[in-house]
Each structure stands twice: as structure tokens, then as C-alpha cells.
């Protein structure tokens, strides 16, 4: 498992729309991006993935797509995106797309054509059905909330859609639409794109006769998906894909694979396989999605991480992320972004990101940016967040309650501007945000921390370089310590004689490090978050409130 570039590379997620503008109009473009390559460069990542960049409607910000062959008009033009690239080439950085293609907008010319007639050539690019009952065509409930179907009184006939009802689903069974996609992918590749995150993925394939789920009260529409996710057939879809386009080319292809558990995946990233490069689980964020009040339950992160771990040792490659354009941050989850931003934003970074595989960084992450506030249910500008609010009341909840679960769950809060400096709405734009600024950026900014070695965005810096200086930390195998430490995430990193031991204290409270296994006498420490205490030299030592460290202990334990 050695070997692929891409396994030696940090990823830094960018959502366009909120990253720099460069004209005014608040809303972040191409052109913006091109103009902080040099913050990139100088982090020291070395891929962008660029968040859906194609012309859009932007009913889901991109995630549905009206054009793959053209650039969405907010973020500029497609001479914009060939110089970016090639901006980004120079400086010894490469790009990733979105690839959005198990539904587009209700706006590409397939699906205009599609429910123009029933008997358009393009019908069954899409998923039509029958209404049965005077209702829907089955019972199942969309992703995004509300019925998974779409009456069209033109046709009358109901289509599929497992987002929104502008997102409609594609019928991937339909060879002619496979080919279309592959034909387009391979298109992008011959620009020069050095790979794709393959949005949704696991949905691509739907049960066979579209059944009924098993129905709660029988009435509305129920969560279905053990219909549309990881259903047997999907992989076929994947196959088409890394044959028809993904093996043309030396890429990088990054899946996002809710559903899919530890002991699943090997069909998916398996080296063997040819398929994917590596996947984007969703187990550990799942641990969030109960109560989303309760703390950090750090024994069950670390069983569910470690398993990954040691499920793909020596077959596949992990992807290593903490946040996304789809989550609130990490920081208001699991640190503490009020008494200990610094630390928490650090020690959870070095918990992640020194695993095996390849570690991404979701914009803002750098900073130890938190949540933002909002102040009304009128603030939500995020599709996902409204439909959710106008489920929460139509169950009776009040808007208060309301306004307070989504202020801890949704994904506005890590859409908000890149603060770059405390001016003028932070530097992002010289105009009005498309979104409001996260209202701590006086405090929480690129500008301030660029010039502090000791900031958080100084810690991500000297992290990146660490691990780009050590194949260890890089292609080690992954040994997991003290699993029933409810404070402790500690866990050592090993290739042929060099070993790592990272340590990180992930509670608010002290906590003592002891092993057997090692001497840290003569072990140096290669990084930490807080200033060093003097320790005996010895195996044991005691953390502060979510200190981190790892050190180089040469041999590995027996
Ligand atoms: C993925 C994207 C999300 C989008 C959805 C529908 O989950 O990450 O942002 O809303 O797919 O495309
Ligand atoms: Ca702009």
C-alpha cells in the first residue's frame, strides 16, 4: 500500500461560496480563490477539493448542478477555472472536483427534456413512477425531509428525488446516462483535474421495484434507507465509473460513503479492487447525531476510528476528517471553544490527523473556528435547515426550542465567510456576505494568527510538515493504547524501526499518561500544544486540560 500520491497528500476542503470574493458581490468566487493560492502553498496543503464549482441554481449551493461543462456564474468562467488550475499546478498543489451525479438540478436540459413528455428520449434518465392511492408512489421520505417524490402535473407522473424536489435523482440502471457521465468525467480529467469526491455515492443504486419501506404509523412518508444506500448493485455503478473514466488517468477518488461500516470497505477502497482511492465515512460523526448536547463519548470515537484503522492496514487507504460543509465544527461539538479554543482545536486535530491515511481539513478548520450565532429561525439560509424547520413545527415544536437545536446542528454554521483579517466583513468581501460572518472573527482570523507561530493555524502549519517530513507518520501501521482511557487518545504510529506515540488529553480535566511498553527516555518530542513541563524521565506523564503531544520513540515496543 505504498506509493500513491495521493497518500502522502493534505486536503483542504474550500466551499467557493465562502471563501474569498473578489468583486463585491458577496458571494466568493474563482478569481478569490486564485488570490489566497499563496495562504494555501504556505500552509502546506497540497489538494484542494473544490466544493460543486458547476452552473447551479444553487437550491442546495451547487449540489445541484445544471451544466458539468460550465462554471457556475457567481464563481466566473471557465478561463477563471483553467488559470486556477493552473496557478494552483505551479505552486506544486493540485485540484479535486465535487462530482454531484447521483441526482442534478431540475434545470439541466436532461431533466427539462425528461419531463417535457412521457415519451421524450430522456424519460428515463430519471426515475418516474405512478402515483398510487392519490399519493406518491411509495412511502419513502427524502433525506432532506418530506416525501422522496415529486408530483409533475405535466406528465402526471411523480419522479424520485432523495434530496430535494430540485434535485431530482438519476437513473443510473439506464446505460445511455451512464455513458453521459463517464463521457463528462473523462472530459474534466483531459482538462487535467486530478480526481473527484463522488458525492452521495452510496445512493446511486435504489431497490429493485422501489418497495415500500416498513411503515411506522402508515401514515407519511418513512425514512428508507435500506432502499437507496449501500444497496447490493451499487458497486457496479462504481465499476462503471473507475472504468469507463477513473482509470484513464493517475486520480485521486475520494467517495462519500454514508452507510458503509469499517468491515464493508474493502470492496470499496480495497488496493486490489481498482475502485476508489479511499472513502469518506460516516460512523464517527453518527456518534453526534442522538443527542446533539451530549459530550464527546471518547471510548466509543476511538473503537470506531481504530476500527477503521486496522480494517484497512496493508488493504486500502482511510480519508481522515473531522469536518465538513455539512457539519457544525468540531470545536463547538467536542472542544471547548470558550476556556480552551486553542488547546481543544489542537488536540483534536493531532487526535485525527496523524492516523494512517489521508487527512482532510474542511475550510476554517485551521483557525479553531466555532460555531456561529444565530438570532432567528429567519437566519438559516441552508435548504436542509429550512425544510427541517417546517417539520419541526408542523410536530408542534416551538421556535425557540427550535432556533436552539438547529443553532447546534446545522450546517450553515461551517458555511460562514473565511475570516482573513478584522477589517471590513473580515476581508472576505468588500460587499454584503451572501451569509453572515461567524461574529467572533475579530478575535478568530488568518491575518492574526499567520504572524503567531503559537496559534492554532501555526500548529496546522508545523503538523502538515511534520507528517510531510516522516514516512512513519505517514504509512505506519496504527496501534491503538489505553482503549478504556475516558480522557486519553492515545495511539503510536510504526514503519521499520521509528515509532510514533501521539498523545492527546481529550477532556477539560488533567489526566496521566502511563504505559508500560515504552522509555520516553530518550524519546523526543516532535510537537506539542502547550508549552513542555519538565517530566522525570519515565513512562508515565500528566496532561493538562487537552494537551496534546507525540513523540519519536525509535523502536517499536516488542
Ligand atoms: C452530499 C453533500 C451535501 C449535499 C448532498 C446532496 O451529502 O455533501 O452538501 O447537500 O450530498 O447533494
Ligand atoms: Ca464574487
Given amino acids: ?59 442546495d449551493n451547487g449540489y445541484d448542478i445544471a451544466d458539468y461543462r460550465a462554471i457556475m456564474d457567481e464563481f466566473g468562467t471557465m478561463a ?27 434545470e439541466h436540459p436532461w431533466f427539462i427534456a425528461s419531463r417535457s413528455r412521457r415519451d421524450d428520449p430522456k424519460r428515463d434518465w430519471y426515475i418516474w413512477r405512478d402515483g398510487r392511492n392519490g399519493g406518491p408512489p411509495n412511502n419513502w421520505e427524502s433525506i432532506f425531509r418530506g416525501p422522496a417524490w415529486q408530483y409533475d402535473a405535466g406528465t402526471d407522473q411523480y419522479f424520485l428525488h432523495l434530496f430535494t424536489a430540485r434535485q431530482p435523482d438519476l437513473n443510473w440502471e439506464n446505460a445511455e446516462v451512464r455513458d453521459a457521465i463517464c463521457d463528462m468525467v473523462r472530459w474534466w480529467m483531459d482538462k487535467g ?26 401514515h407519511g412518508p418513512v425514512p428508507a434507507y435500506d432502499f437507496h444506500m449501500n444497496v447490493d ?32 470497505a474493502e470492496p470499496w477502497v480495497g488496493a486490489s479492487r481498482g475502485r476508489l482511492s479511499m472513502i469518506l465515512q460516516f460512523e464517527h460523526w453518527h456518534l453526534w447525531s442522538g443527542d446533539p448536547r451530549a459530550g464527546l463519548d471518547l471510548c466509543k470515537l476511538k473503537r470506531i476510528l481504530s476500527h477503521w484503522q486496522n480494517a484497512l492496514e496493508g488493504v486500502g487507504w482511510n480519508a481522515l476528517y473531522l469536518e465538513n460543509h455539512d457539519l457544525p465544527r468540531v470545536l463547538s461539538r467536542w472542544g471547548d471553544p470558550l476556556q480552551h479554543r486553542h488547546a481543544s482545536a489542537t488536540a483534536l486535530a493531532t487526535m485525527y490527523f496523524l492516523m494512517q491515511g489521508t487527512p482532510f481539513i474542511y475550510q476554517g478548520q485551521e483557525l479553531g473556528m466555532a460555531n456561529t450565532v444565530f438570532h432567528s429561525l429567519d437566519d438559516f439560509d441552508d435548504v436542509f435547515a429550512r425544510q427541517r424547520i417546517v417539520e419541526m413545527r408542523a410536530n408542534g415544536m416551538a421556535d425557540d426550542d427550535i432556533l436552539e437545536e438547529m443553532a447546534l446542528t446545522a450546517r450553515d454554521n461551517s458555511r460562514t465567510p473565511m475570516p482573513w483579517n478584522d477589517g471590513l466583513n473580515a476581508g472576505f468581501t468588500t460587499g454584503t456576505p451572501w451569509l453572515p460572518l461567524n461574529p467572533d472573527y475579530p478575535q478568530v482570523n ?24 516522516e514516512p512513519a507518520l505517514v504509512f505506519g501501521r496504527y496501534r491503538l493504547l489505553l482503549a478504556d482511557d475516558p480522557q486519553l487518545y492515545a495511539y503510536t504510529r510504526s514503519l521499520d524501526d521509528t515509532t510514533f506515540l501521539v498523545v ?55
Fill in 504 to 558: 492527546c488529553n481529550l477532556s477539560a480535566r488533567a489526566a496521566r499518561y502511563r504505559h508500560d511498553g515504552f522509555n520516553l527516555e530518550y524519546a523526543a518530542c516532535m510537537l506539542a500544544n502547550r508549552p513542555l513541563l519538565p517530566h522525570p524521565p519515565c513512562n508515565a506523564f500528566d496532561l493538562r486540560p487537552f494537551e496534546a503531544r507525540v513523540y519519536r520513540i525509535g523502536p517499536a515496543p516488542a
Fill in 446 to 469: 488568518v491575518a492574526q494568527q499567520q504572524t503567531d507561530p503559537g496559534s492554532v493555524l501555526g500548529y496546522y502549519r508545523r503538523m502538515i510538515a511534520l507528517r510531510a517530513s
Fill in 233 to 264: 448493485g451499487v458497486l457496479d455503478y462504481v465499476d462503471t465509473l473507475a472504468r469507463e473514466a477513473f482509470s484513464h488517468g493517475d486520480i485521486m477518488t475520494v467517495g462519500e460513503a454514508n452507510g458503509i461500516g469499517a468491515d464493508e
Fill in 193 to 218: 483535474v486530478d480526481g473527484f469526491r463522488i458525492d452521495a455515492i452510496t445512493h446511486m443504486k435504489k431497490a429493485p421495484g422501489l418497495p415500500d419501506a416498513p411503515a411506522g404509523d402508515g
Fill in 80 to 106: 477563471d477555472f483553467d488559470r486556477l488550475m493552473a496557478e494552483t499546478r505551479r505552486r506544486g498543489m493540485r485540484i479535486i472536483l465535487d462530482l454531484v451525479v447521483n441526482h442534478t438540478s431540475d
Fill in 1 to 59: 500500500m505504498h506509493g500513491k500520491w495521493w497518500q502522502e497528500a493534505v486536503v483542504y476542503q474550500l466551499y467557493p461560496r465562502s471563501f474569498m470574493d473578489s468583486n463585491g458581490d458577496g458571494i466568493g468566487d474563482l478569481p478569490g480563490v486564485l488570490a489566497q493560492l499563496d495562504y494555501l502553498q504556505w500552509l502546506g496543503v497540497t489538494v484542494i477539493w473544490l466544493c460543486p464549482i458547476f452552473r447551479s441554481p444553487n437550491d
